[in-house]
């Protein structure tokens, strides 16, 4: 099951590039320390989103459109293992609360990551659950 969600999540982050593009990296089982901007949680696009992982401490933080959050994470060859998270408290508008929500949702359900040409993908058993770039300096 877990062999075929990777083959999955990798047909479909193939299948969105372009052609003709010359992929430079290829994809690991190790996820670079950085700050990554959220793409999407459950396939639904998400605005001005991200999170920092730090692999020297196996730490991941970041900041909704609400509250902060930080835990810690371990990753067994492409596996992964987000949590328990903890956050701030505060209230926000009922739509930003639910992409809150679903954004932890996310990592408590990711199973399986793959990083590929600076894209973050994570998986749970029923299929892809986030996407977020790894932000590069320039």
Do not use: W
């Not at 877990?2 to 089982?29: D, P, R």
């Not at 508008?93 to 894209?119: G, I, R």
Request: some cysteine; overall charge positive.
């Amino acid at each position: 099951m877990k062999k075929s969600i990777l083959l999955i999540a990798l047909i479909v982050m193939f299948s969105s590039c372009n052609g003709t593009k010359k992929t430079t990296e290829v994809a690991t089982a190790e996820i670079p320390s950085g700050k990554y901007e959220i793409r999407s949680i459950q396939g639904a696009p998400v605005y001005k989103m991200s999170f920092d992982i730090d692999t020297s401490e196996n730490k991941i933080s970041g900041k909704t459109n609400c509250n902060t959050y930080s835990g810690n994470f371990s990753i067994t060859n492409n596996e992964i293992e987000i949590g328990p998270l903890v956050a701030t408290k505060m209230y926000c508008e009922e739509h930003v609360m639910k992409e809150e929500h679903n954004l932890f949702k996310a990592f408590k359900n990711a199973k399986t990551f793959v990083f590929d040409n600076n894209m973050f993908t994570l998986s749970s058993e029923e299929g892809i659950v986030l996407r977020a770039y790894r932000l590069v300096k320039k």
